[in-house]
C-alpha cells in the first residue's frame, strides 16, 4: 500500500511551517480569559499577560528543554571526599525556580491583599507556568501548600513564613536562618503505602519542647535537596508531622539520599528515596494528629494537580490544533479532514472542562469563608477534581500527541512530555483512590457537605438541567453505601461541577455540547466519537483559536 505523503504547504517554494511559539500563553485562551474575566483588574490583567508572553515565547520554551534534557545529579561527597548527598541542578532549572518564586507561586495567596481573588489569580500564574514547564512546580506547590500546616505551629509560623513568603529565590544549601528565601518539599510516603492511608514506619521521639528526632525512610521525594522537609512520622501518641532543616548544622550527617530514582516524568527534578538517622525537627501541631495537620497541605496539592494538569493539556491541544492547521495534504489544511476535526474538538471540550473546572475550585476557595455554599464546593469537589483532570489528562495529551504524528515522537517534544509529566503528579499527592476514600468519608460524615455543594453547582448548571443534579446526589448516596462506586461519583461530580463552570463562562456552543456528550448519555472514553450533533469547528475556533 502507498504511503501517503503530507506536504508542510499547499504551494510551493516549500516553507517551513510557523513554530507554536512566540505566542501570548494567556491572551492566546479563551477559556482562561473568560473563565477571569469578571476577577481581573487592568494591573492583574497585564500581570497575566506579561507571564503569557514569557511562558509562550521561543525563550522560555528553550530553558524548559534545557532543564528537561539535562536533569539533575546526585553528587555524594565533596572535594575533600566528605559525605554531602547533594543533588545538582542545571542552570535552566533554577532559572524556572527563580521565575515562579518571585511571580508570587509560592505566596501570592497567603500574602495581605484582596482575599477575594487571590487563589484565582495564583491559579492562572501556575496554568500558564505549567503550560510550558512542570518538573520544577513540585516543590513550588509543596512550599505553597505547607504554609497551611504552619497555622498549628505559631511559634515556628513566625519564624518560617517570611522565609517562603519572601518572593526570593535562594539556592544555597545552608541553614535556613541565613537564608533569603526558602523552598519546602513533602516527605510523606513510604515504600509501601501512599503515607496516610497505610501503616507508618518512620519513627519519631519526642524531645523537649516541640523537637523531634526521626528515624526512617521517606520515599519519591521531590527537590530532596529542599531547604525544609515536611515530614509525616509515627510517635508513641500516633502520627505526627514536623518540620525538619535539611541544612542546620546538626543534621550534617542524619539524611542521606538512599537512592534517585526516575518516574519516566518530571525530568527537570529531582526525586529520591531518603533515609533519616536521628534527624532533628520540629513537631507542627500536637503529637498523634499529624493526619489533620496535613489534610489542608493535601487539599491545596490537590487543587495545584489539577491547575497543572489543565494548563499542561491546554498547550497539548493547541500544538496539536497548531499543526493540523499548518500541514497540508492535496492542497487542504490537516484539520480539514472530518475525522481529524472531530477528534480535535472532543480533546479541546475536555481541555475547557478541565480548564473551567479548576479555576472553578479556586474561586470556591476564594469565597469559601464568605459563601456556605462555596465552602461546600471547595470541600467535595476538590478530591473529585484531582481524580477527573488527572485521570483525563493523560489520555488527552497523548491523543493530541498523536495528532502530531511522528513530529511529537521524541521524548523531548514539549507535547511528549505532557503525559508522563502529569502520571507522576498524579501519584504525588496521594493516589486517586486515597482521593476517592476521602470524599466518600467525607459525605458519610456529613452528607449536607454534598447537598449544600449541588445546590450551588445547580443554580449555575440552570433549571433545565436539574435532573443532573439530583442523578449526583443519588450516585453519592450510592457510594457511601457501596465505596467501589467512588471513582464512577468523582467522575460525575467533577463534570456536573465543569458543565456548571462552563455554562457560566463559555459559549453555549461548548457548554451545550459538554453536557450532551459527556452528561446526557452515549459517554465514551474514546476520543473522536464526538457526534456530528455538535459543531466541531466552533469548539475548536474558540477553544484553540489560530494563532
Not at 496535613?294 to 499542561?312: E, H, K, M, N, P
Not at 459559549?507 to 459538554?514: G, L
Not at 472514553?525 to 456530528?532: E, K, P, R, V
Request: contains cysteine; hydrophobic residues 45%; charged residues 25%.
Amino acid at each position: 500500500m502507498a504511503l501517503r505523503r503530507v506536504d508542510d504547504t499547499p504551494a510551493s517554494p516549500v516553507m517551513r511551517p510557523a513554530e507554536y511559539a512566540g505566542h501570548n500563553a494567556f491572551a492566546s485562551d479563551p477559556v482562561l480569559t473568560a473563565c477571569m474575566d469578571a476577577t481581573l483588574d487592568d494591573r492583574t490583567e497585564e500581570e497575566l499577560r506579561t507571564l503569557g508572553t514569557y511562558w509562550g515565547s521561543v525563550d522560555a520554551q528553550e530553558v524548559a528543554r534545557l532543564a528537561t534534557t539535562n536533569g539533575p545529579k546526585l553528587r555524594r561527597e565533596d572535594i575533600e571526599g566528605r559525605r554531602i548527598d547533594q543533588v545538582e541542578m542545571h542552570p535552566a532549572y533554577h532559572a524556572l525556580m527563580n521565575r515562579s518564586v518571585t511571580s508570587g507561586l509560592l505566596s501570592s495567596a497567603w500574602e495581605d491583599g484582596d482575599g477575594t481573588r487571590q487563589h484565582r489569580l495564583r491559579a492562572s500564574t501556575l496554568y500558564l507556568t505549567a503550560s510550558c514547564e512542570r518538573g520544577h512546580l513540585a516543590p513550588v506547590c509543596a512550599s505553597h501548600a505547607a504554609i497551611a500546616s504552619l497555622a498549628y505551629a505559631p511559634e515556628l509560623e513566625a519564624e518560617l513564613f517570611p522565609l517562603l513568603a519572601s518572593r526570593r529565590y535562594d539556592r544555597r544549601p545552608i541553614p535556613v536562618s541565613e537564608k533569603e528565601g526558602a523552598i519546602l518539599t513533602l516527605a510523606i510516603s513510604e515504600r509501601d503505602h501512599a503515607g496516610e492511608h497505610g501503616a507508618i514506619r518512620s519513627r519519631g521521639e519526642l524531645t523537649a519542647g516541640d523537637g523531634i528526632r526521626i528515624t526512617g525512610e521517606k520515599a519519591a521525594v521531590c527537590a530532596p535537596g529542599a531547604d525544609l522537609l515536611l515530614v509525616l512520622v509515627k510517635t508513641a501518641d500516633g502520627p505526627t508531622a514536623a518540620i525538619v532543616p535539611r541544612y542546620a548544622p546538626e543534621n550534617a550527617d542524619t539524611i542521606a539520599i538512599e537512592q534517585m530514582l526516575s518516574p519516566g516524568g518530571l525530568e527537570a527534578q529531582a526525586l529520591a528515596n531518603l533515609r533519616f538517622e536521628g534527624a532533628r525537627g520540629r513537631t507542627i501541631g500536637d503529637p498523634g494528629r499529624g493526619l489533620q495537620v496535613l489534610r489542608d497541605v493535601r487539599t491545596l496539592t490537590q487543587l495545584d494537580s489539577a491547575v497543572i494538569a489543565a494548563g499542561s493539556v491546554r498547550t497539548a491541544v493547541g500544538r496539536a490544533a497548531h499543526y493540523l492547521r499548518t500541514r497540508f495534504f492535496d492542497g487542504q489544511a490537516l484539520i480539514a479532514d472530518p475525522l481529524n476535526e472531530r477528534l480535535l474538538a472532543d480533546l479541546a471540550l475536555t481541555s475547557a472542562a478541565q480548564t473551567a473546572l479548576s479555576l472553578r475550585l479556586a474561586a470556591a476557595f476564594d469565597r469559601a469563608f464568605e459563601r456556605d455554599g462555596d465552602h461546600a464546593v471547595a470541600r467535595v469537589l476538590t478530591p473529585a477534581t484531582k481524580i477527573y483532570v488527572l485521570k483525563t489528562a493523560g489520555a488527552v495529551a497523548m491523543e493530541a500527541r498523536e495528532l502530531m504524528g511522528t513530529a511529537a515522537l521524541s521524548q523531548t517534544h514539549p507535547a511528549a512530555r505532557v503525559a508522563p509529566d502529569l502520571g507522576v503528579f498524579a501519584t504525588w499527592d496521594g493516589a486517586s483512590n486515597d482521593a476517592a476514600h476521602d470524599l466518600i468519608s467525607l459525605i458519610a460524615r456529613d452528607e449536607s457537605v454534598l447537598a449544600d455543594a449541588l445546590d450551588e453547582l445547580g443554580t449555575e448548571l440552570g433549571t433545565q438541567n436539574a435532573d443532573l443534579i439530583d442523578r449526583t446526589m443519588i450516585l453519592g448516596r450510592e457510594a457511601v453505601a457501596n465505596p467501589g462506586l467512588a471513582r464512577a461519583f468523582a467522575d460525575q461530580l467533577a463534570m456536573v461541577g465543569a458543565a456548571a463552570a462552563m455554562r457560566a463562562n463559555l459559549p453555549r456552543v461548548v457548554s451545550d455540547a459538554f453536557v450532551a456528550a459527556r452528561l446526557r448519555g452515549g459517554y465514551t472514553a474514546q476520543y473522536g466519537a464526538l457526534d456530528s450533533r455538535f459543531d466541531a469547528a466552533a469548539i475548536i475556533d474558540f477553544t484553540v483559536p489560530e494563532d
